[in-house]
């Protein structure tokens, strides 16, 4: 098994050219051509991740978010990074990351949001080719006054706490959402008629929602974490018998809530 033939699998899922021209979605590190013996899936390629492949015999190691983002200018052991890409390099392990890709990809993570709320009549809120875009948009089975639905979010989502706008005073049944740092699609989910926008890293100021509409902020790991999971069960659904393995660190998240 090759480098390769596993992420032409992931590629059919979420094609590398349907990127952010910003993102670094990809190939990390390592060669397409090399030999895997086993695959580590997490959601950010921190030196933990590098350390857990290394201790389960994986050589190549998917997440969601890029190890690498900006150019480098130096790679140094006294930094997280360097340490993590040295680690990397000097035990062969191949880095792949599906960042943008899987946030436009149908059954990605805006789909997997939607899923945790049970929406129906499902779209992409932004598409840009079909059955591909960013964000989602679809009716909530029932209506839901502001008390409701964030009760509701919390607990879809095993939240301990959210961040939103004011009571919009209408009844929502129709919400809009997108994985990650969305907040530039406010726009496109007030077009789409929707009554509430769900995402994370929202700003100060797009908290000031217009009349009979609010924001929700749910985090940006909490708002991508299934990702996680979509991929394991892709990978195993084409690999059956393949050394494929969720990575054990159940704390991923570097955010911390008090």
């Known amino acids: 098994m090759t480098v390769r033939e596993i992420t032409d699998v992931i590629e059919q899922f979420a094609p590398l050219d349907s990127q952010e021209k910003w993102d670094n979605c990809g190939l990390c590190t390592g060669s397409l051509s090399s030999h895997v013996n086993g695959v580590l899936i997490g959601f950010d390629c921190t030196e933990a991740l590098v350390d857990e492949a290394i201790s389960c015999g994986a050589n190549l190691i998917i997440t969601h978010h890029p190890l690498i983002f900006n150019p480098l200018k130096r790679i140094s052991p006294e930094d997280s990074l360097g340490r993590t890409l040295i680690k990397a390099l000097s035990f062969g392990i191949s880095i792949y990351a599906a960042h943008t890709t899987a946030d436009k990809a149908v059954g990605g993570v805006s789909y997997a949001m939607a899923s945790r709320l049970g929406l129906e009549d499902v779209e992409i809120l932004d598409p840009e080719t079909p059955g591909c875009g960013l964000g989602v948009v679809g009716n909530l089975p029932g209506q839901f006054s502001y008390e409701q639905i964030i009760s509701y979010v919390k607990e879809r989502f095993g939240l301990k706490l959210i961040r939103c706008s004011r009571d919009p005073q209408v009844p929502i049944s129709r919400v809009a959402m997108c994985g990650g740092a969305g907040s530039s699609l406010l726009g496109k989910a007030i ?30 790991y909490e708002s991508e974490k299934d990702i996680v999971d979509i991929l394991f069960s892709l990978l195993k659904k084409n690999f059956p018998t393949f050394a494929v393995r969720l990575s054990d660190n159940a704390d991923a998240n570097p955010v911390r809530y008090f």
């Open 191 to 220: 077009q789409a008629e929707a009554q509430l926008f769900i995402t994370g890293d929202v700003s100060y100021h797009n908290f000031f929602a217009p009349d009979g509409f609010m924001v929700m902020d749910i985090g940006h």
